[in-house]
């Protein structure tokens, strides 16, 4: 599927320990794409040769980039590593634990068409339910959206969201420090506060999720720990004072309730040290960080209507 035009859309996939899975995953990225004018940017933390062997079995080499780091800089760095090279106007997050459908990569061209400016959250079926984008919520601040749900997204979801290439880069990407989670919420609120809005795109693309953990106790432990981590710099980052003021009593009590269940997953202490760390990032994180917050007006703006208003 070699281009003679200038691609219009970059899919960037960050790959960590994802063979077995891109193998499964990759040929219908491959079919979805046929004739279309995308390319592929493929970030690999923990290069071992497996997985770039199948993207060259996949992918000629003038639509696919292989980017090696065996620093593992996590998934945030792999995303703005892979946009701040690419030429295409818009970005798709993907990864690569989800599947496309034949007609996925023309229904996200048609939606670019149609609204250029709008970054899009593409819907994803797991858990035996369909979701799209991020959502506000009241004990975990972000959670993902469902597709019922009346009011529209704060932003594109990092496992499938489309993005302007100029506008990702115009709000510095995603997060670095965040690393694995929760980046694309944090990317999504300082949207919401800028007055970004997101459209949606009803796909339902099937997605396994969590493949870089499963069956590893130590990495579920490292994943509990970021989860409340990064929390932490989520409200840290893009709240305003009064909403962080006002939210602090529910956040205390959200946490309570958040560390009795990791105690009945034997992961109490790897949760407390997340949030520990959190607190003491907290103050560079919001230095970071000097666009507008998300506030009180937004919150009940976003919790009435959504992207509607």
Known sequence: ??????????????????????????????????????????????????????????????????????????????????????????????????????????????????????????GLHMHDREYTGIDLNLIGLFIDRPERSRRGPLGPSGGAGVFPTTLFRQFGGLYEPMFAWGEDAD??????????????????????????????????????????????????RDFTWPLLLCALPLLLVSHMALAVRRALKGLLGSFLRGIGRGLVMAPAARRDWRGPRFGINDCFSYLRRGRKQ
């Open 1 to 122: 599927m070699p281009h003679s035009v200038q691609p219009r859309l970059a899919v960037v996939t960050v790959l960590y320990r994802s063979a077995d899975m891109l193998a499964k995953t990759l040929p219908t990225w491959v079919r979805s794409a046929e004739g279309l004018p995308v390319e592929f940017v493929f970030v690999d933390n923990a290069p071992d040769g497996s997985c770039h062997a199948i993207v060259a079995e996949n992918l000629p080499a003038d639509v696919a980039r292989y980017l090696p780091d065996d620093t593992n800089p996590g998934f945030a760095a792999g995303c703005n590593r892979a946009a701040a090279q690419v030429t295409a106007a818009h970005l798709l997050l993907l990864n690569p634990d989800v599947w496309l459908h034949e007609d996925s990569m023309s229904r996200m061209l048609k939606e670019i068409d149609a609204t250029p400016d709008t970054p899009i959250a593409v």
């Open 187 to 236: 990317l999504a609120f300082r949207m919401y506060a800028s007055g970004v809005r997101t459209g949606t795109l009803d796909l339902a693309l099937p997605h396994a999720w969590g493949h870089s953990v499963e069956g590893d106790t130590k990495l579920s432990e490292f994943r509990s720990f970021l989860l409340a981590r990064n929390r932490v710099l989520v409200a840290a």
